[in-house]
Nanobody, 127 residues
Framework: QVRLVESGGGLVQAGGSLRLSCEGS????????VGWFRQVPEKEREFVAT????????HYADSVKGRFTISRDNAKNTVYLQMNSLNPEDTAIYYC????????????????????WGQGTRVTVSS
């Protein structure tokens, strides 16, 4: 059974930092693209960042570029999202997601590409 479990969310003041983790089980992360998405009530899930299966390629939403960094440790089956310079607009539930790459390293900003999803971790940024 595949499971993705996010952790690291919480309450932080504007300008602060958090590091989210996504640990996978039941799959071998080295074969999977992993992405982070976020969602606020009554809005669609929004792409944040993605990493190709071996971490060679990384892609970010414009809204987080330069502030967030996605990284991965495939030996630990874990992907991280380092979030710096947080602002209240970053408040959301953050989800990690994964899909299998059948070709050499792939990545996607589209939520529909991802097969497996975690339950989410809440991030709240106070002003």
């Amino acid at each position: 059974q595949v499971r993705l479990v996010e952790s690291g969310g919480g309450l932080v003041q504007a300008g602060g930092s958090l590091r989210l983790s996504c640990e996978g089980s039941g799959i071998t992360f080295s074969g999977y693209a992993v992405g982070w998405f976020r969602q606020v009530p009554e809005k669609e899930r929004e792409f944040v960042a993605t990493s190709s299966s071996r971490g060679t390629f990384r892609h970010y939403a414009d809204s987080v570029k330069g502030r967030f960094t996605i990284s991965r440790d495939n030996a630990k089956n874990t992907v991280y999202l380092q979030m710096n310079s947080l602002n209240p607009e970053d408040t959301a539930i953050y989800y990690c997601a994964a899909y299998y790459c059948s070709v050499n390293e792939c990545y996607s900003a589209g939520a529909s590409s991802y097969r497996y999803w975690g339950q989410g971790t809440r991030v709240t940024v106070s002003s």
